[in-house]
Structures are given as structure tokens and as C-alpha cells.
């Protein structure tokens, strides 16, 4: 009878431990988390390249967006008189003048959010196949310790993926007016 007993209790712990293991041991499947790695990786490695610090609000595709492009101080080796933004074909999306600003931002971090402080007035050009942006500042964007931002306010394409844009600068003081490469921000569109 004793060992009947202890056999009676053995199997009813193997069957709780058999009822409980989903509970007690974490699927790894159920993790709704994503984790975004901040890392980005490019076959044909170019010393000339220069890789730019932006921030988008949401990054669904298809989503309603607020996109910063950033230009900081270490980023601009003089005043800007002109900036010309190339912008990837297949970034097929509703860019409009009047959802495109230049302002000086406040850059986020972990207790504060990336936004505006002023908007800076300039004339800004989009070209035909939407491929191109020009912005003429009222007055040159100083060489000093602010951080700007381009700002789109757009629609995401409706395909994921990476798209790279390229930004040119016409500094003040050149006597010749030919742009120089400020560096590129390339965006995830999830």
C-alpha cells in the first residue's frame, strides 16, 4: 500500500509539472516586442561617406509620418547659403511644399522629445519627378552650436525598406558656388 501511495504522489506531481510548464517557462514565439538595432552595415564601404543622424515618428509603411533630417554643428563646417537634398526615386511618397520646413530642432533623447524650437523661413523648390529638394534660407544658417532640421511631414511609401538620402551644401565664403557633400541619412520604412 505504500508504495501505491508513493507512486499516487509521484505521477500527480509529474502531471502538475506537465499542467504548469507552459505558464512557468516563456515561449519565446509570444515576445510582441521588436527590438530595433541601431546598426548600419554597407557592402562597398566609401571613406568619403558620411552617415547624417535623423528621426522619424512612426515607421509603418503607408503610416502618416513626421521625419527629421538632422544637421548638426560638427555636421556643417561653415554657414549654409543653399541645401539641396536628393531624394531616392523609389521613395514614392506625398511630398508637398507645404509639409517640408526648415527649423532649429531640440534633439530627443531618453527624457525628452525631438521637436522644433523655430522655424526658419526659406523658399523651397521641389523638381518635377520629385527627386530633388532645394531650400534657400531667408538668411545663411550660421556655423554655430544649434542643431537644424529638414522636416517632412509625409505619408510613408507603401513599400518597406531602406531608402538613402544624399545632402549637398553651398557654404558661405566659397568663392565658387558649387554645392559640397554634407553626408546622407538613410531611413527604415518597416
Not at 522629445?113 to 522655424?119: A, G, M, P, V, Y
Amino acid at each position: 500500500m505504500l508504495c501505491k501511495q508513493k507512486k499516487f504522489i509521484k505521477n500527480i506531481k509529474i502531471f502538475t509539472l506537465l499542467l504548469f510548464a507552459p505558464i512557468l517557462i516563456p515561449i519565446p514565439s509570444l515576445n510582441l516586442n521588436e527590438a530595433k538595432a541601431a546598426l548600419e552595415f554597407q557592402w562597398d564601404s566609401n571613406p568619403n561617406y558620411k552617415r547624417l543622424k535623423w528621426f522619424q515618428k512612426n515607421s509603418e509603411k503607408g503610416a502618416r509620418n513626421t521625419i527629421f533630417y538632422f544637421l548638426r554643428p560638427f555636421d556643417r563646417k561653415a554657414g549654409l547659403l543653399k541645401i539641396n537634398m536628393k531624394i531616392p526615386k523609389n521613395f514614392k511618397s506625398t511630398l508637398k511644399k507645404e509639409k517640408i520646413t526648415l527649423c532649429q530642432v531640440k534633439i530627443g533623447g531618453f527624457d525628452t522629445r525631438t521637436k522644433c524650437i523655430n522655424n526658419i523661413p526659406a523658399d523651397i523648390e521641389i523638381n518635377e519627378e520629385k527627386t530633388s529638394l532645394d531650400i534657400f534660407p531667408y538668411s545663411p544658417i550660421p556655423a554655430n552650436k544649434d542643431s537644424y532640421a529638414i522636416v517632412f511631414k509625409v505619408f510613408n511609401p507603401r513599400k518597406a525598406g531602406l531608402y538613402q538620402f544624399h545632402s549637398f551644401g553651398q557654404l558661405i565664403g566659397k568663392k565658387n558656388p558649387v554645392s559640397s557633400y554634407l553626408g546622407s541619412w538613410t531611413i527604415v520604412i518597416d
